[in-house]
């Protein structure tokens, strides 16, 4: 008894397992996706332009004058920051010497204060001590007529300092047009001999953007200089005025000298 069971049981297994065996073969094989590629794509494609060797290979020919004058332009920003002051046009210390100086009579001693120092105001004086040394007999307004030349001579020299960096800020931006329109030449003779295909369109695009850099770095160098160059032209023009107030009040202090010294001869 127990054996016929057994038997059956064995037999509704076979049976069952055969069953089975086309459906699983029957089953799709599971798809097995290969593991995502890591690719080594670049997000910027353009990280390159900060370094010298890539911004000279995208802009050109043009890279060696806009680096030029951008050194230019850093040079002169950081040279007129500490040399147009104050200190370097007129001080307080030089024109408290001269105010003494100017009531004692003392010219010699005043030209020897003006050789010393170097301001912009004591060039002034020394060569308006200098005419009226060697000129004794001339008069008051002659002697003024050379402080008012020299004074000019003084503003110009100031004010044809900082127009440098004026024309680098007007010079950088034309530099920029002026290779982008280079590279854009060198482009369209390129995609010239090519046919009409994405791979012509991409390397116009390519190429179209890489010849705007020019003007964008003329722009970066240029919109810098111009704004440091108003700053600097105001900041001399108060100076200019300060200096002419100063040279308007040596004068005043001269011409009381004259005045004493001619009602002197006269009073002999």
Known sequence: ?????????AVLAAVIVTMSAPA???QPA?????????????????????????????TGVM??????????AFFMIVLFTFTVRQGTVVSDAFMNSADALIRKQDYLGLLAVCNRRNECIARITSKTLDFATRNPTASFEEVKEVTEAEGNRQSSLLLARIAYLGDVGAIAPML???????????????ISGK????SSQLGLAQGVSEALLCTASGLV??????????IFRGKVNRLISEMEAATTHLMALLAVQYK??????AGQ
Do not use: C, W
């Open 1 to 9: 008894m127990h054996r016929k069971i057994l038997l059956a049981l």
């Open 24 to 26: 699983r073969a029957q």
């Open 30 to 58: 599971p798809v097995v996706t290969p593991a995502p590629v890591e690719t080594a794509m670049d997000d910027n494609p353009y990280g390159d332009v900060l370094t010298f060797e890539g911004f000279v290979k995208r």
């Open 63 to 72: 890279a060696y004058p806009l680096i030029g004058l951008s050194m230019v």
């Open 176 to 190: 920029g047009l002026l290779g982008t329109t280079l590279g854009m030449i060198t482009t369209f003779h390129e």
């Open 195 to 198: 046919g009409v295909g994405g």
């Open 221 to 230: 160098i240029g919109i810098p200089a111009l704004m440091f160059y108003a």
């Open 260 to 265: 004493r010294a001619a009602r002197a001869v």
